[in-house]
């Protein structure tokens, strides 16, 4: 029952996302989104760890933990671009470009 | 079904109505601000359902990385947002996207149950990896099975990592440096009675707490990550309050904090070569103490790294925070 909740929220979390990157224009709004579907992605795994029968896989664990910690590097660089995207046309989205 | 797993159940529902609605909110309202906090309360949530399946490891890292450390993060380009904009330009406006609303929705749909459908028809007995990272972790001198994963089974992850990490940071502040941005928030020029004492208050309690993640790690949910995130945590509080003066110039103690976690661990892997065929193997003899001294530099690292993650997004002509960002003056 937990596996099966976890996996479909786990589906519609990255449904969410990847709507939010197709549909928002506006960057940061963008990068909300594409560090939502990473969480689906996170989720996942966590809910195979969880199922395997020898208790909890510390594999995919150690990976999330590690995948969490890129997440928030690779947004920290992510709002530097934006920020110099701004700076450099003024714009804060890239007129339906997919630049992101 | 008894009544404790009927309640489970139905936190659990709770939880996961509430983690989709969260990030509806965040990526469809109005209004950036709004979308940040819906997202930080989002990575709250996420923790908690870390917990709720048995990875007590990875919700501390949630709720201090990626509730924590993002949503500052976030906040921070929502001010640069608002104080960058020209004048003529509209608040944060969102023009049609190139994929049309009734394509989109039905399109993202498909991958989310694709994808949870494929997720689910997946063996669960585990393979090989399970059984024998298991069965290894109980003899092993590391009694946390994920630090062990991180510092032993997959060191080279925990490596790279640590230079991802750091190539974010050095691109980060090329590309704040190449535009010469003004800083977005000098240092506060107005007293603010209550930050010393708040910051007096909290700083031990911080540092105790940890320190005590990182020793924890070793036998107990806890480590490098979570410690360094709660470091850094400390950190953004000093530079919020004014403490760390922003200045032009690289300091010799920054740059060697944001590198001494990724270099001992090189050294590391290079020196194993000396008593084992393939690199990152530990030695028979003070493993221990040698996993310890190299999350040291990690969480130094780590915590040095977000904090100038932090700044550096924020006014970046940075090249350094003056003082420790582990938070001693």
Redesign the interface.
């Known amino acids: 029952?937990?596996?099966?909740?976890?996996?479909?929220?786990?589906?519609?979390?990255?449904?969410?996302?990847?709507?939010?990157v197709?549909?928002?224009?506006?960057l940061?709004?963008r990068l909300?989104?594409a560090?939502?579907m990473a969480?689906?992605v996170?989720?996942?795994l966590?809910?195979?760890?969880?199922?395997?029968?020898?208790?909890?896989?510390?594999?995919p664990?150690?990976?999330?933990?590690?995948g969490?910690?890129?997440?928030?590097?690779?947004?920290?660089?992510a709002?530097?671009?934006?920020?110099?995207f701004?700076?450099?046309t003024?714009?804060?989205?890239p007129?339906?470009?997919?630049d992101d | 079904m008894p009544v404790s797993d009927l309640l489970?159940?139905g936190f659990?529902?709770l939880l996961?109505i509430g983690?989709?609605w969260l990030?509806?909110q965040?990526?469809?309202g109005t209004g950036?601000f709004r979308?940040?906090v819906m997202?930080m309360v989002?990575g709250l949530m996420?923790a908690v359902?870390?917990a709720?399946?048995?990875?007590p490891?990875?919700a501390l890292?949630?709720a201090a990385?990626?509730a924590g450390?993002?949503g500052a993060?976030?906040l921070?380009?929502?001010r640069?947002?608002v104080s960058?904009?020209?004048s003529d330009?509209q608040p944060?406006?969102?023009?049609?996207?190139?994929?049309p609303?009734w394509l989109?929705?039905p399109?993202?749909?498909a991958?989310?149950?694709?994808?949870?459908?494929l997720?689910?028809s997946?063996p669960?007995?585990?393979g090989p990896?399970?059984?024998a990272?298991?069965k290894a972790?109980e003899t092993h001198f590391l009694d946390n099975?994920?630090t062990?994963?991180?510092l032993d089974?997959?060191a080279i992850?925990?490596l790279l990592?640590m230079a991802?990490?750091l190539l974010?940071?050095v691109?980060?502040?090329v590309?704040?440096d190449?535009?010469r941005?003004p800083a977005l928030y000098p240092v506060p020029d107005h007293p603010m009675p209550m930050l010393p004492s708040l910051l007096a208050m909290i700083t031990p309690v911080l540092l105790l707490t940890g320190l005590y993640l990182f020793w924890a790690g070793s036998h107990a949910p806890g480590?490098a990550?979570q410690a360094g995130a709660l470091l850094g945590a400390l950190g953004v509080m000093y530079q919020l309050a004014g403490r760390f003066t922003p200045t032009h110039e690289p300091g010799t103690v920054n740059a060697l904090l944001i590198t001494v976690g990724l270099g001992l661990f090189s050294l590391f892997a290079c020196l194993s070569l000396l008593w084992a065929p393939a690199p990152l193997s530990h030695p028979e003899q003070g493993a221990y103490a040698l996993v310890l001294l190299i999350e040291f530099a990690l969480m130094l690292s780590?915590a040095a790294?977000?904090v100038l993650?932090?700044v550096?997004?924020r006014s970046?002509q940075l090249r350094r925070s003056t003082n420790h960002p582990g938070g001693r003056q």
């Open positions: 029952m937990t596996g099966w909740l976890f996996s479909v929220t786990a589906g519609l979390l990255f449904a969410i996302g990847l709507y939010g197709l549909i928002r224009t506006e940061v709004r909300l989104a560090n939502v969480t689906a996170f989720l996942f966590i809910v195979v760890a969880a199922e395997t029968p020898d208790g909890p896989d510390p594999v664990q150690a990976m999330v933990l590690t969490i910690v890129i997440a928030v590097s690779l947004t920290a660089f709002l530097a671009l934006i920020r110099h701004r700076a450099v003024g714009e804060s989205d007129e339906g470009g997919d | 489970a159940s659990d529902v996961c983690l989709l990030a509806w965040a990526i469809t950036l979308s940040v997202f989002f996420m359902t870390w709720r399946l048995g990875s490891d990875l890292a949630e990385i990626g450390i993002t993060l976030l921070n380009a929502c640069a947002a960058e904009m020209r330009e944060l406006r969102d023009r049609p996207s190139g994929v609303k989109a929705l399109l993202s749909l991958a989310g149950v694709g994808l949870a459908w997720m689910h997946i669960r007995d585990g990896t399970p059984e990272a298991i972790a099975p994920i062990s994963v991180l089974f997959r992850d925990t990592e991802v990490l974010a940071l691109g980060a502040r590309l704040l190449q535009r941005l480590g990550f780590i790294t977000l993650l932090f550096g997004s970046l």
